[in-house]
């Protein structure tokens, strides 16, 4: 009794890993793979005297080195609403063609994506533009 309730248990087990093994594998082949976050922001996250006319430049990568296409969005900090300012960037900067308000806090943010639709997008980040003329 004792042996057959053993028997049973190791089957249980194994089966139970083998469920487990054929779950996580990709059964279909795909090219799903994640982008990194983009890191590394210029002006950099809490700059406090970031020119009225930034380059906004950011880092980011795919782990296959597929092609990356970029989004940006920027509003002001104090009412939280982002814009859309350029898409389909094949380039990891944007150059500002408006000038910002001086001694004013904004946000931005990057949305990455791959010609496969795998997207990432990094939290929030700040600046707040320099209190002088351009």
């Known amino acids: 009794m004792k042996r057959s309730l053993t028997l049973r248990l190791i089957t249980l087990t194994l089966a139970l890993l083998f469920l487990f093994l054929i779950a996580c594998t990709d059964s279909d082949d ?3 793979y994640y982008i990194f976050v983009p890191y590394n922001p ?3 996250d809490g700059n ?6 930034p380059l906004l ?4 990568s795919h782990p296959e080195e597929y092609p990356l296409y970029y989004e940006v969005y920027m509003g ?3 009412d939280g609403i982002l814009h859309n300012l350029a898409e389909d960037l094949p380039h990891a900067y944007y150059q500002m063609t408006d000038t910002l308000e001086a ?3 904004y946000i931005w ?3 990455a994506w791959d010609s496969l639709g795998n997207t990432s997008m990094n939290q929030l980040w700040h600046f707040t533009t320099a209190d ?3």
């Open 76 to 78: 002001l900090e104090e």
């Open 48 to 53: 406090g005297a970031a020119p009225r006319l």
């Open 42 to 44: 210029t002006p950099f």
């Open 109 to 111: 943010r990057v949305i």
């Open 132 to 134: 002088t003329p351009i």
């Open 103 to 105: 001694g004013t806090a």
């Open 30 to 32: 795909s090219d799903d």
């Open 57 to 60: 430049s950011w880092q980011c």
